[in-house]
């Protein structure tokens, strides 16, 4: 049965909660509770809570934009209702508008959408969610905009990511980081919200870093990475440059690693995060792979670690049960030769984040970490966050 024939049949049962228009409805035992504190129907014995979520892309055409519709389209709670991009691409339907290069082919219903121009009178009021993978320079202008017109945006962009009150949130390292919404909402006076993923380099070592954080105490980080040219976007670097070569510089890259690890894996006090006092120190390379984000990390901690007890921290290291979360969010090689971009960027569904050739050196315990940066590292990240949000009652 289809949402619109579940929604019809359920709607003839009187003392059932309407669906708001448009939504399809889930069914539950009749006066079980609702698990969404914000659920629109308010009270909290029912028969029913709204099933699809509708959401939108800003930023629908490019790299991270295309996986976010592969990974949404299906999904068991959102649906795509709109899909914004630049000026030259309003008006166009998306077919047009993009230049498709996702592995899996554009969903049928995608193809014919309109494209619309990245402004909040442009887009449904009845959207809830929207990802976000605008360039910084446009993110930093447009989200406030559309956050305060009272959309819930759960943004890859780099702006704002340390901001005071504005979530950096990896959902299995630190949901609770998502209270600062009500402190965002007090000071801004805003209904929306703000959240953002981190950089896709980050997301990369965060988990396993968290893990050993948590089993003995981290003191410092230091990480060179070899990234994947994806991971520029698609106009970011020409075959020239990239084919037979490697690029010693990413512009912003390597403070962005050292700064964010800290906000991630602090701690949130109910008013802020204190960040945690790690010292972080990164290198950041670009190299000629397609996707997936390798990186050699060298990490010191309070107690002292040997590689077994290490990689039981990050084997155990809890995922979630989100729709979007890998069944076990780290794993670890015992190949000294893994991961690899070719053979472990798609692990889980491109949301697994890979170790391997754990080994003590004089700085500590040297690690290699590999993670798919347009799908863990970017799409899949904003993507579980928006389910973490609506799990946690934000929508
Ligand atoms: N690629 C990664 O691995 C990765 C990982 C983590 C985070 N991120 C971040 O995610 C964001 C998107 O990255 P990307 O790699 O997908 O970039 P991209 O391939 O260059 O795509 C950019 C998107 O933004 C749209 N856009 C550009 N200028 C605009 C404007 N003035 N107004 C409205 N829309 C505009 C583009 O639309 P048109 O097609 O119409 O130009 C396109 O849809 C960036 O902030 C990036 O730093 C990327």
Partial sequence: MGLQDENDAA?????????????????????????????????HTYGQVPMTVLVGVLGATGA??????????PHPDFELAALTASADSAGKDYRTAAKWRVESPIPADVADTTVVETDPDEVPSDVDLLFSSLPSSVGERVEPEFVEAGYVVSSNSSNSRTADDVPLTIPE????????????????GWDGALV?????????????????????????????????????GYDGVTSMEIIDNAIPHIGGEEQKMETESQKLLG?????????????VAASCNRIPTLDGHLENVWADTDADVTPEAAAEAMADYPSLDLPSSPDQLIKVFEEPDRPQPR?????????????????????????????????????????????????????
Avoid at 176 to 183: A, C, M, N, T
Wanted: aromatic content about 4%.
């Fill in 11 to 43: 709607g003839s049962d009187s003392g059932l909660v309407e669906a708001r228009p448009g939504r399809g409805v889930r069914s539950f035992p009749a006066g079980s509770r609702c698990a969404y504190p914000n659920c629109f129907a308010g009270g």
């Fill in 64 to 73: 991270v934009g295309q996986r976010l519709i592969q990974m949404i389209d």
């Fill in 173 to 188: 390292v630190n949901a609770d980081h998502l209270g600062l919404i009500e402190v965002q909402r007090d000071e801004r």
């Fill in 196 to 232: 953002k993923n981190p950089n896709c380099s980050t997301i990369t070592m965060v988990p396993p870093l968290a893990a050993l954080d948590e089993a003995f105490g981290l003191t410092d980080v230091r990480v060179s990475t070899l990234q994947a040219v994806s991971g520029a």
């Fill in 267 to 279: 701690e949130f006090d109910g008013a802020e995060i204190q960040w945690h006092a790690a010292d």
């Fill in 343 to 395: 053979l472990d960027r798609m692990a889980e569904n491109g949301m697994q984040v890979s170790t391997g050739g754990l080994r003590e050196t004089t700085d500590g315990l040297q690690f290699n970490c590999l993670a798919h940066n347009t799908m863990r590292g970017a799409a899949g990240a904003s993507l579980l966050n928006g389910e973490l949000l609506l799990e946690e009652g934000y929508l």
